[in-house]
């Protein structure tokens, strides 16, 4: 998931500060690009574009993974063994998808606002270290928090609903397919919600 948390993140901040920049120039503002980047990344896109990526990519492959084992009947045979599906299937993804959400998270910040920073120095006045300077006056500590515990909720929601849609899985090919794709569906809607 890294490559494509870093392009996606890297080309949203390059979008987000070249529309900025078009409409802060009017104002000869255009040093407030780095707070529009900045806020914009850490508190609310950056946590919310690694969800979004997540979901599509883990999630559907938790509920295609969870799915088959339930179509081969996998699930019933921890069962049978005495092995708790819940404990041995979902715990350890929740788990890992809460913990490495904030690390994809601070990386799709760090190389968003580097897209920022790239477009304000080409296009506009606004050297890097000048960027770099208002990023650090603009963006406080409680922003990235905000940020990092959005995406391990993110993280929650994902992991859930994509093992909640393989464990509920049918009993045929077919619905693995439909588990995987209502768990991406179900993992969007509750993250922007």
């Known amino acids: 998931a890294l490559p494509i948390v870093t392009l996606l993140s ?4 390059l979008i987000i500060a070249f529309i900025g920049l078009i409409q802060l120039q009017k104002l000869a503002a255009d040093i ?14 950056g946590a919310l574009m690694t969800g979004v990526i997540m979901a599509g990519r883990t999630g559907a492959a938790f509920a295609a993974q969870i ?4 179509v081969n009947e996998e699930i019933h045979a921890l069962s049978v063994f005495g092995i708790s599906p819940m404990r041995f299937l979902v715990v350890p993804r929740v788990l890992a998808l809460m913990i490495m959400m904030p690390l994809l998270c601070v990386c799709a910040n760090v ?45 929650a929601i994902i992991a859930v609903a994509g093992c909640f849609r393989g464990l509920n899985c049918g009993g045929d090919a077919s619905a693995v397919g439909r588990a995987a794709t209502s768990a991406v ?3 969007i809607t509750w993250i922007v919600v």
């Open 111 to 155: 190389v968003a606002i580097l897209g920022g920073m790239l477009v304000a120095s080409t296009i506009s006045d606004v050297g890097a270290l000048q960027f770099a300077h208002q990023i650090q006056l603009a963006v406080g500590l409680n922003d990235l928090f905000v940020g990092l515990g959005k995406s391990i909720f993110f993280g």
């Open 10 to 13: 890297f080309l949203t901040g």
């Open 32 to 45: 407030y690009v780095a707070d529009l980047v900045g806020l914009a990344i850490t508190r609310e896109l």
């Open 185 to 187: 569906v179900t993992a």
């Open 67 to 70: 799915g088959s084992m339930r």
